[in-house]
């Protein structure tokens, strides 16, 4: 159903292949987790190769997508257990085991690191243009409305002064 050249199955062989001593690192001095440390770790960094870094997202990866069930073994870690197991076991070799990843995949010939993209879209604030200003813009708009009153000091349309009467 997985072909073996699909990345799934490639972390699969490389999170299996790391060395045993890694684990005795990780989990020294603690008790028994709730899952299997090698199988969470294999969840993880297939995640972060398919782009997904939400904890949550991964929780619903795990109940939708064919690949995340076979890693997973149809087990169903929700969110708060992947991020447990992403911040507070895998905190200090997470990083070097990601690069070690894309090294293997590298070696293998399925990633190559001669074309590199970067993103440069440009958005535009969903926010007032002039919302924020200095204390300086503020006396200075200020001043300039309050010269605008009229000869006799009458409020000038549309300012606060005015007096709205209902419509009958």
Do not use: C
């Amino acid at each position: 159903m997985i072909d073996s050249k699909y990345l799934v199955r490639v972390v699969d062989r490389f999170v299996s292949s790391l060395s045993p001593t890694l684990w005795e690192e990780v989990f020294t001095g603690r008790g028994a987790p709730s899952y299997y440390p090698v199988m969470m770790l294999k969840l993880i960094l297939y995640a972060y190769s398919s782009q997904i870094y939400s904890s949550r997202q991964i929780a619903k990866a795990v109940r939708q997508d064919i690949t995340f069930m076979w890693l997973a073994g149809m087990q169903l870690p929700n969110f708060n257990t992947i991020n447990r197991f992403r911040s507070d076991y895998f905190r200090r070799i997470l990083e070097s085991v990601f690069t070690e990843l894309l090294d293997f995949l590298h070696e293998k010939g399925y990633i190559s690191f001669t074309d590199f993209f970067v993103d440069d879209t440009k958005l535009e604030a969903n926010a007032k243009r002039y919302s924020t200003r200095d204390s300086a813009s503020r006396s200075a708009f200020k001043r300039s409305t309050d010269g605008d009153k009229g000869q006799e000091g009458a409020p000038r349309h549309g300012s606060r002064d005015t007096i709205r009467r209902p419509k009958i």
